[in-house]
């Protein structure tokens, strides 16, 4: 490993993927005393309530603070971390996992337990939003902050993928195209859209590819632009989103910036790492490998 951690702490989401959180909390215990890792564990009580258990972590003097729990509670954690030394390491228990993923850090508990021990610290960007708050993997405005929305009302009743393809199906009965003006380093724009996805990674909503050439760690935000369509050619496109094939399509539009200033015509919300961050408008900027993560 590229360096020894002298003091861990273990962050619970105890309502991560529907109550995973709590229930293998107990094998979870079990795992880290059986490979003899040196932790303290805490249950988080609330989304900022993450955000405190890791900023008081950093002042214990803790160099790794492992979120255990889905994107959002990775998301919370990362608040006060950006700009540390301190490490973040994850315990994936969420619902979608898009993060983890994307960076390599298996779901299985076994393997991700391993990693606290085997696992080597690389740096990533992250996209600080209006000079505040922060994300790690893909924001987005239009149908797909509107779908969010619904999947967060009705995660504790759907389960995998049929957590976010339900809400989709549902949201194309009723959504209108909203217009935006978009601002990046080269060019402005302006228009009706079905959605902006904006990406640091390539994946959001358990596997959908929506920025598929984004990587973690190359200074640069992408951007998914998606002209509004019917909903007979919405079901068309959709299902092609899951291998990143969308944008091979006419209505499709691919961009990549280090900044991207967003207005619209009627107030629309930014959701990112499965959360709501603000409404329009607002201003995303690419801080470039700000944030310590734990990976294989």
Request: hydrophobic fraction near 40%.
């Given at each position: 490993?590229?360096e020894?951690?002298?003091k861990?702490?273990?962050i ?7 109550g ?23 249950f ?6 993450v ?5 008081q ?5 803790c160099n ?18 950006v ?26 508990l ?36 509107e ?9 504790c009743?759907l ?8 809400p ?25 859209v ?23 760690d ?27 094939k ?30 709501f ?11 470039p ?8």
């Amino acid at each position: 490993m590229e360096e020894s951690f002298r003091k861990i702490k273990i962050i619970v989401n105890p309502t991560a993927g529907g109550g995973k959180g709590r229930r293998l909390f107990p094998l979870l215990r079990q795992k880290l005393l059986d490979r003899h890792i040196p932790f303290h564990l805490q249950f988080s009580e609330s989304a900022e309530h993450v955000t405190h258990l890791a900023r008081q972590a950093e002042g214990e003097g803790c160099n790794l603070i492992v979120a255990c729990g889905g994107d959002g509670t990775v998301h919370y954690a990362l608040q006060s971390m950006v700009g540390s030394r301190c490490a973040l390491g994850i315990i994936p228990m969420g619902t979608g996992n898009d993060i983890p993923v994307n960076l390599g850090i298996p779901e299985n508990l076994d393997s991700a337990c391993d990693l606290l021990l085997k696992g080597q610290v690389r740096q990533m960007d992250v996209i600080q939003i209006n000079s505040a708050a922060y994300m790690a993997g893909v924001g987005g405005v239009g149908f797909d902050s509107e779908v969010n929305a619904i999947a967060n009302k009705l995660k504790c009743f759907l389960k995998g993928k049929a957590a976010y393809v339900f809400p989709v199906l549902l949201k194309t009965i009723t959504y209108r195209a909203k217009e935006i003006a978009l601002r990046l380093d080269n060019e402005n724009l302006r228009g009706p859209v079905l959605m902006v996805a904006f990406g640091n990674i390539k994946s959001y909503g358990k596997g959908m590819q929506i920025t598929p050439l984004a990587e973690s760690d190359d200074g640069l935000l992408d951007i998914c632009w998606i002209d509004p369509v019917s909903t007979f050619r919405l079901y068309r496109v959709f299902p092609t989103v899951f291998a990143g094939k969308h944008i091979e399509m006419p209505e499709v539009h691919y961009y990549r910036t280090t900044r991207a200033r967003v207005e619209s015509s009627v107030p629309m919300d930014l959701y990112g790492d499965g959360e709501f961050l603000c409404p329009t408008p607002f201003t995303l900027r690419v801080i470039p490998q700000a944030l310590r993560v734990l990976v294989p």
